[in-house]
């Protein structure tokens, strides 16, 4: 396993995985400007790092995956920088949600207003039984600003959105579950290993048809169901012309496991 370290975020790599630790123990790994510039210069490496097939994000400690923005910031905005802050910090979750590889996040404890939201921005969310999910700006006087109204609506329903986003009330990770909010929940112990585990998974897979099950579904939801087939169809026809494709009927029908070079 290599390590790089910027400031404020960990990189790790496990083979064809790599894992994004947000590292600001101390306020409970806030993201403040610094570190979302971060966040968005390493998933762009990442993005266009052939040999990373998945990625892991998660918090530095036991107690937080991340607390939110950074207050401290959000105390001294004008209306102007509070929309271009705004405007930023949703640029770098659209990146994550449009990676065009599935990033898994690991919540390990407090995933609370932008943490939250980073959360929905991944493709997969795995909560340690210890973690707390919740869009308290509401106490602060202030709304969501990274996407959190609109992917809490698109993820759990109206209904619950409505009442996490007016309350401002964390849940706990079983309710979580229950609601959708996250895929499964692991005792805290384990979470890596799970989230390691469901990554190589993934990983493991023909990485083209990965990469078109993200665009389907992604691109697909926000089109009228017609649209939608239509390009699950040219979707499906570019698979065609993957010798991944071939070799995975092929195995198939040799009774092997298939062997994927992402071609
Ligand atoms: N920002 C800055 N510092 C924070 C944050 C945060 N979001 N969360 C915690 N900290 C700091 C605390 O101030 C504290 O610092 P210090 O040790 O210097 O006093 C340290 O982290 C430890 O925190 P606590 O002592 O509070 O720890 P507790 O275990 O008592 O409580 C909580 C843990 C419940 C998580 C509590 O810290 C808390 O409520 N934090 C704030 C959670 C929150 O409101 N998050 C939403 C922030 S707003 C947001 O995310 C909006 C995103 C969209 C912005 C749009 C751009 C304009």
Same mark, same amino acid.
């Given at each position: 396993?290599r $390590? ?6 960990t *990189?790790q790599r ?6 994004v630790?947000v !590292?600001?123990?101390?306020?409970? !790994?806030a993201? @403040? ?9 390493t998933?762009?490496a990442l993005?266009?790092d052939?040999?990373v ?5 998660? +918090?530095?400690?036991e ?10 910031e ?6 102007t *920088? ?8 949703q ?10 590889k599935p990033?898994?996040a690991a919540? @390990?404890?407090? /995933?609370?207003? #932008?943490?939250?939201e980073?959360a ?5 969310r795995i909560?340690a039984?210890?973690?707390?999910l #919740?869009?308290?700006?509401?106490n *602060? +006087?202030?709304?969501?600003?990274? +996407? #959190? ?8 329903g109206?209904g619950?959105a ?9 849940i ?9 909010l996250v @895929?499964r ?8 290993a ?12 023909a990485?083209? /048809?990965?990469?078109?099950?993200l665009e389907?579904?992604r691109? #697909? ?9 239509? *390009? $699950?169809?040219t979707?499906?026809?570019?698979m065609?012309?993957?010798a ?14 298939p062997e994927?070079? +992402?071609?």
């Open positions: 396993m $390590e790089e370290s910027p400031s404020s975020l *990189l496990d083979g064809a995985v790599a894992v630790t !590292n600001r123990p101390k306020v409970l !790994n993201l @403040n400007i610094a570190t979302l510039d971060e966040l968005a210069a998933m762009r993005q266009q052939e040999t097939r998945c990625v892991i994000v998660t +918090g530095a400690g107690k937080s995956f991340i607390a939110g923005a950074d207050i401290n959000l105390a001294a905005l004008t209306p *920088l509070g929309r271009e802050h705004a405007r930023a910090g640029a770098v979750f659209d990146l994550v949600e449009q990676l065009g990033v898994i919540i @390990n404890g407090y /995933a609370l207003g #932008g943490g939250c980073l929905m921005a991944c493709t997969i909560a039984d210890t973690a707390r #919740g869009q308290p700006e509401i *602060l +006087g202030m709304i969501p600003g990274f +996407g #959190g109204t609109q992917r809490l609506s698109r993820l759990v109206t619950r409505f009442e996490l986003l007016l309350t401002g009330e964390p706990g990770a079983a309710e979580a579950y229950r609601i959708g @895929n929940v692991v005792p805290a112990s384990g979470l890596m799970e989230a390691h585990r469901l990554a190589a998974a993934i990983a493991a897979k990485p083209v /048809a990965v990469r078109y099950v389907a579904v691109g #697909g939801v926000q089109l009228p169901l017609a649209d939608a087939l239509a *390009l $699950e169809a979707l499906f026809g570019l065609a012309s993957t991944d494709m071939r070799e995975g009927a092929r195995a198939f029908l040799e009774k092997r496991a994927f070079k +992402g071609t």
